[in-house]
Protein backbone atom coordinates (compact mmCIF):
# COMPACT_ATOMS: atom_id res chain seq x y z
CA UNK A 1 0.00 0.00 0.00
CA UNK A 2 1.19 3.51 -0.72
CA UNK A 3 0.03 7.27 0.02
CA UNK A 4 -0.62 9.35 -2.63
CA UNK A 5 -0.52 12.88 -3.15
CA UNK A 6 -2.32 14.64 -5.82
CA UNK A 7 -0.98 18.67 -6.63
CA UNK A 8 -1.07 21.05 -9.49
CA UNK A 9 -4.47 21.40 -10.16
CA UNK A 10 -6.14 24.94 -9.94
CA UNK A 11 -8.91 27.44 -11.98
CA UNK A 12 -7.78 28.21 -15.49
CA UNK A 13 -9.65 29.55 -18.55
CA UNK A 14 -11.22 27.30 -21.23
CA UNK A 15 -8.44 26.21 -23.36
CA UNK A 16 -5.80 26.54 -20.80
CA UNK A 17 -3.77 23.65 -19.77
CA UNK A 18 -2.79 22.50 -16.16
CA UNK A 19 -0.49 19.68 -14.92
CA UNK A 20 -1.26 17.41 -12.39
CA UNK A 21 1.13 15.60 -10.38
CA UNK A 22 0.69 12.80 -8.34
CA UNK A 23 3.79 11.69 -5.62
CA UNK A 24 3.67 8.06 -3.98
CA UNK A 25 5.43 7.11 -0.27
CA UNK A 26 6.85 4.26 -2.05
CA UNK A 27 7.71 2.40 -5.14
CA UNK A 28 5.79 2.49 -7.83
CA UNK A 29 7.58 0.45 -10.66
CA UNK A 30 5.20 -2.35 -10.21
CA UNK A 31 2.30 -0.90 -10.38
CA UNK A 32 -0.26 0.62 -13.06
CA UNK A 33 -1.26 4.41 -12.16
CA UNK A 34 -4.11 6.20 -13.22
CA UNK A 35 -5.79 9.62 -13.09
CA UNK A 36 -9.76 9.17 -12.13
CA UNK A 37 -11.82 12.48 -11.56
CA UNK A 38 -15.49 13.49 -10.24
CA UNK A 39 -17.53 16.10 -10.95
CA UNK A 40 -20.34 17.17 -8.38
CA UNK A 41 -23.36 14.98 -8.52
CA UNK A 42 -21.46 12.36 -10.85
CA UNK A 43 -19.71 8.81 -10.53
CA UNK A 44 -15.66 8.74 -10.51
CA UNK A 45 -14.83 8.07 -14.10
CA UNK A 46 -11.60 6.87 -15.71
CA UNK A 47 -9.45 9.58 -16.98
CA UNK A 48 -6.19 7.95 -18.14
CA UNK A 49 -3.88 4.90 -17.15
CA UNK A 50 -0.04 3.94 -17.64
CA UNK A 51 0.81 0.14 -16.12
CA UNK A 52 4.03 -0.77 -15.45
CA UNK A 53 5.51 -1.54 -18.71
CA UNK A 54 4.76 2.25 -19.89
CA UNK A 55 1.57 1.10 -21.75
CA UNK A 56 -1.17 4.03 -21.77
CA UNK A 57 -4.59 4.40 -22.10
CA UNK A 58 -7.24 7.36 -22.14
CA UNK A 59 -11.07 7.75 -21.46
CA UNK A 60 -12.99 8.34 -24.47
CA UNK A 61 -13.60 12.23 -23.58
CA UNK A 62 -9.67 13.18 -23.71
CA UNK A 63 -9.48 12.64 -27.65
CA UNK A 64 -5.96 13.56 -27.16
CA UNK A 65 -5.59 16.42 -24.91
CA UNK A 66 -4.26 14.85 -21.93
CA UNK A 67 -0.62 13.16 -21.68
CA UNK A 68 -0.12 10.76 -18.86
CA UNK A 69 3.59 9.97 -18.10
CA UNK A 70 5.37 8.34 -14.95
CA UNK A 71 8.91 8.53 -13.52
CA UNK A 72 9.64 5.73 -11.37
CA UNK A 73 12.71 7.30 -9.88
CA UNK A 74 10.60 10.10 -8.31
CA UNK A 75 7.81 7.85 -7.58
CA UNK A 76 5.86 10.48 -9.51
CA UNK A 77 2.67 10.03 -11.94
CA UNK A 78 2.01 13.23 -14.28
CA UNK A 79 -1.27 14.37 -16.04
CA UNK A 80 -0.55 16.97 -18.49
CA UNK A 81 -3.67 18.26 -19.69
CA UNK A 82 -4.47 21.03 -22.57
CA UNK A 83 -7.44 22.18 -24.08
CA UNK A 84 -9.82 22.35 -20.97
CA UNK A 85 -13.06 23.17 -21.17
CA UNK A 86 -15.68 23.49 -18.65
CA UNK A 87 -16.46 19.98 -18.69
CA UNK A 88 -13.22 18.99 -17.25
CA UNK A 89 -14.11 20.93 -14.01
CA UNK A 90 -13.79 17.85 -11.34
CA UNK A 91 -11.51 16.92 -7.84
CA UNK A 92 -9.18 14.59 -9.96
CA UNK A 93 -7.75 11.54 -8.13
CA UNK A 94 -4.29 9.31 -8.55
CA UNK A 95 -4.64 5.89 -8.52
CA UNK A 96 -2.43 2.98 -7.96
CA UNK A 97 -3.06 -0.59 -8.82
CA UNK A 98 -0.92 -3.64 -7.52
CA UNK A 99 -3.16 -6.99 -7.99
CA UNK A 100 -5.89 -6.51 -5.41
CA UNK A 101 -4.64 -3.61 -4.23
CA UNK A 102 -6.01 -0.78 -5.36
CA UNK A 103 -4.82 3.29 -3.53
CA UNK A 104 -6.24 6.33 -3.86
CA UNK A 105 -4.98 9.90 -3.48
CA UNK A 106 -7.06 12.64 -1.61
CA UNK A 107 -7.84 14.17 -5.02
CA UNK A 108 -6.89 17.82 -6.51
CA UNK A 109 -9.34 20.02 -7.50
CA UNK A 110 -9.55 21.14 -11.41
CA UNK A 111 -12.34 24.57 -12.38
CA UNK A 112 -12.57 25.85 -15.96
CA UNK A 113 -13.97 28.64 -16.22
CA UNK A 114 -14.25 32.11 -17.70
Known amino acids: QVQLVESGGGSVEPGGSLRLSCVASGSISDKAMGWYRQAPGNQREFVAEINSGGITSYGDFVKGRFIISRDNAKKTVHLQMSGLNSGDTAVYFC?????????WGQGTQVTVSS
Open 95 to 103: NSKFLFLND
